[in-house]
C-alpha cells in the first residue's frame, strides 16, 4: 500500500512558475517510475512527463522546453518544474508511481490555476 501527496499547486499569471511535488510513503518500495499526468476542464486525463527510477525522462510536447520532471529516489520523490506557465496549463495534476511489479497508484491531485 502506499500513499502519494502532492503539493505546491495554486495560482499563478500567464508566465510565472511553479514547482510541484510529490511523496511517497508506506510500502513504497521497488519504485519504477513516478511522474505526472493533468486533467483540464472537460477534457481527458493526459500524460505530462514521466521519469523511471534509471533517470529517464518521457515529456509531452505541449510542456517540453517549460516543464522539468526530476526525482530523489532516496526521498521518494518527484517534482516537477513549471515555467513559462500558459492559461492551457490549467488543470488539476496528478502524481503516479508504477512499482516494478506494475502495481500503480495516484495521489489525489493538486489544482494549478494559470489566470491573470
Known amino acids: 500500500q502506499v500513499q502519494l501527496v502532492e503539493s505546491g499547486g495554486g495560482l499563478v499569471q500567464p508566465g510565472g512558475s511553479l514547482r510541484l511535488s510529490c511523496a511517497a510513503s508506506?510500502?513504497?518500495?521497488?519504485?519504477?517510475?513516478m511522474g505526472w499526468y493533468r486533467q483540464a476542464p472537460r477534457k481527458q486525463r493526459e500524460l505530462v512527463a514521466t521519469?523511471?527510477?534509471?533517470?529517464?525522462?518521457n515529456v509531452a510536447d505541449s510542456v517540453k522546453g517549460r516543464f522539468t520532471i526530476s526525482r530523489d529516489n532516496a526521498k521518494n520523490t518527484v517534482n516537477l518544474q513549471m515555467n513559462s506557465l500558459k492559461p492551457e496549463d490549467t488543470a488539476i495534476y496528478y502524481c503516479?508511481?508504477?512499482?516494478?511489479?506494475?502495481?500503480?497508484?495516484w495521489g489525489n491531485g493538486t489544482l494549478v490555476t494559470v489566470s491573470s
Open positions: 503516479n508511481l508504477i512499482k516494478f511489479d506494475g502495481m500503480d497508484y
Open positions: 508506506g510500502s513504497a518500495f521497488s519504485i519504477g517510475i
Open positions: 521519469i523511471t527510477s534509471a533517470g529517464y525522462r
